[in-house]
Every structure is written in structure tokens, then in C-alpha cells.
């Protein structure tokens, strides 16, 4: 009953929150994309090394307004030299993000490290901390940008007194982030995890034009687990929200796997679930795993004032998880995404 607690304290310490849309690229599976969820998740898995990728499609109906592409690799460092309770990992996080139609696009490059500390002798806790370092580039193409005064009496002109010197501003910056990471065990079989983390900790000026603009810190409190509930099946919750300006998002929900074969940890897995970002969109959740292979699909379905314009279409995101799982008698406690 201790892991029925904890799931009803965190859904509830969530749902009273608020939620609006961060200003930083975000995932419906957050839980697919770690490393831009809390630098500390670098490293954690059980395995020898780690790839994700997600891709999203926002708002088709709104001139394709966000595009979003991330892919991560990370990988675990000095394992024969550490404690046999610790972990050290090291990663990297690249991601696109596109917005009308192309207008204005975002290109970032992450380097990201986290150590994993054993806190008790049976290795049921682990703490963690992580650190990241992001290049970040923003481009902005002035054709592709529509003003009032193109549109007349006579129709869309496509001729403005808006003058640009050049056809794109382009702007960089760098970022510095860094989080907490707790995940347990409840006997053998559940797993638990919660996390803080704060991206753009130097607040990075970007600016094109001599402005005094910065990049407003997002916080994020995170946390979920999954837990057996007998024969093949296995509950995945997770959680999240996160803070950003004057932004807030909320997401929360839940998803089982039903396994072919429970005593083989690579046999085929069927998830069936559902997350719910709170005030906006409910978003249905299907994946399938084979061996090491994770396939997510998720669609947002609109529930907010937007939904007139995007025809109650929110977007549809995909997600493809790879980690290397060598054989071993001795698996690693982590959350599972």
C-alpha cells in the first residue's frame, strides 16, 4: 500500500497546480525524452548506453506552427573503478525546434553529466546530480514574416514598410541547467523516482538587435514509478510541471504494460495509457516494446480555447528509445521510461 500512497500524494500535489504552455520545447512523452525533462536522468538506465529520439508536430492546422525534433545519446563512464552503488554518466542532447512554418527556428546542442550515489548498503536509493551545458541558436527568416500593412482593401499586397537590412536574424547564447534526481525500490518488483531541475540557471541573453532580452529559468518537479500488479502487468505513472516566465504546464498520467512473457525482461510489451496536460489536452499513449526497442505514440487532443483553431487537433508525437541492455544477474534500479 506504501506505492498507492505515493501515487495518490503526487497526482494530488499536481492537480493543484496550474497550467498554461512553457516557452521552452516540450514533449507529451516527457517520459521518453529525459535529458530535456532533468540533466540528472543522464546515466540512468539499466544498461550500457542509451538512444532517444521524439518527434512532434503541433498544431498542424495552424500553419505547422511547432515542429519539434530532439535526439539524445548517453552512455555510463568507469564502472569497474566506482562503487558498485554508484554511476557516472555523460551524454548528449541535440534539438530542433521550427515555428511557422519555418519563420523561427531553434537549434540546440547539450553536453550532460550525472553522478549516481548509493545512500544505503543494498543499493535500494539512489541520489543523484546532474549538470548541463547548452549552445543554443536562434534563426529568423523575414520573408517568410507577414505584417498588417501587407493587407489592404485591395487583398495581400505582400509589400510592407517593415525594411530588414538582411533576409534572417540569427541570435546565440549559452545555457547552464542542473537537477536532483531520488529513484528507489519498494520490493523487488516496484520502482520509484522524483526529481528537480532548472534549465537556463545564467539566464542567457538573446537578442537581435541590441535588446536586453534573457532566457527565463524553467523550473520542473517531476516523479512517477511503476509497480507490479501481478501475472504480466505492470502500472507506469508519471508526472510533471513545470514553470517558465509566466508559463506553467502540467502533465499527469499513467500507462499499463502487458508483457508475453513476465520472467523475460526483453520479451514483447504492450503499453496502452494515457496523459492529461492539465486546462488543454488529453493525450492517448500506445507502445510496443521488443527487446530493446521502444516505440511511443502519443495525439493530443485539444480541450482548451484553441481547439477552434486547431479544429481540436493538438499534435501527434512519436518516440523511438534504444538501450543497450547487456545480460546480467545483477540488474540496475531505475526509472523506466
Request: charged share 15%; net charge neutral; with cysteine.
Amino acid at each position: 500500500m506504501r506505492y498507492l500512497s505515493f501515487i495518490l500524494i503526487l497526482c494530488c500535489f499536481l492537480f493543484s497546480l496550474q497550467n498554461s504552455s512553457a516557452q521552452d520545447p516540450h514533449f507529451s512523452q516527457f517520459f521518453a525524452s529525459p535529458l530535456t525533462v532533468n540533466p540528472a536522468f543522464t546515466g540512468k538506465f539499466d544498461g550500457t548506453y542509451r538512444v532517444a529520439s521524439n518527434h512532434r508536430n503541433q498544431w498542424p492546422t495552424i500553419n505547422n506552427a511547432f515542429i519539434t525534433t530532439t535526439a539524445s545519446f548517453d552512455t555510463k563512464l568507469l564502472q569497474k573503478s566506482l562503487n558498485e552503488n554508484d554511476s557516472w554518466g555523460v551524454g548528449f542532447t541535440g534539438y530542433s525546434d521550427s515555428h511557422a512554418n519555418g519563420a523561427i527556428k531553434f537549434n540546440a546542442l547539450s553536453f550532460s553529466t550525472a553522478y549516481h550515489k548509493g545512500v544505503d548498503e543494498d543499493n535500494n536509493t539512489q541520489i543523484g546530480f546532474g549538470f548541463q551545458i547548452t549552445q543554443a541558436n536562434m534563426l529568423v527568416n523575414t520573408n517568410q514574416i507577414k505584417f498588417e500593412d501587407q493587407l489592404t482593401n485591395a487583398g495581400f499586397t505582400g509589400l510592407t514598410t517593415e525594411i530588414f537590412n538582411n533576409p534572417s536574424l540569427s541570435a546565440s547564447h549559452m545555457s547552464i541547467s542542473a537537477g536532483l534526481l531520488l529513484n528507489g525500490t519498494m520490493g523487488e518488483q516496484n520502482n520509484y523516482y522524483f526529481g528537480l531541475s532548472m534549465y537556463h540557471l545564467n539566464r542567457p541573453r538573446q537578442t537581435f538587435m541590441g535588446g536586453n532580452y534573457s532566457v527565463n529559468p524553467r523550473f520542473t518537479i517531476h516523479g512517477g514509478g511503476y509497480f507490479y500488479l501481478g501475472t504480466n502487468t505492470t502500472l507506469h505513472v508519471s508526472a510533471m510541471h513545470q514553470i517558465q516566465g509566466g508559463a506553467q504546464e502540467t502533465m499527469v498520467g499513467g500507462a499499463l504494460q502487458i508483457s508475453t512473457d513476465p520472467q523475460n525482461d526483453r520479451a514483447a510489451s504492450l503499453y496502452i495509457g494515457s496523459w492529461m496536460r492539465l486546462k488543454d489536452s488529453f493525450v492517448p499513449y500506445a507502445g510496443i516494446e521488443i527487446n530493446d526497442f521502444r516505440l511511443g505514440l502519443t495525439y493530443d487532443v485539444n480541450n482548451s480555447l484553441v481547439k477552434t483553431a486547431s479544429e481540436t487537433m493538438g499534435g501527434i508525437e512519436v518516440s523511438l528509445i534504444y538501450t543497450r541492455r547487456p545480460r546480467t544477474d545483477k540488474p540496475i534500479i531505475c526509472p523506466k521510461f
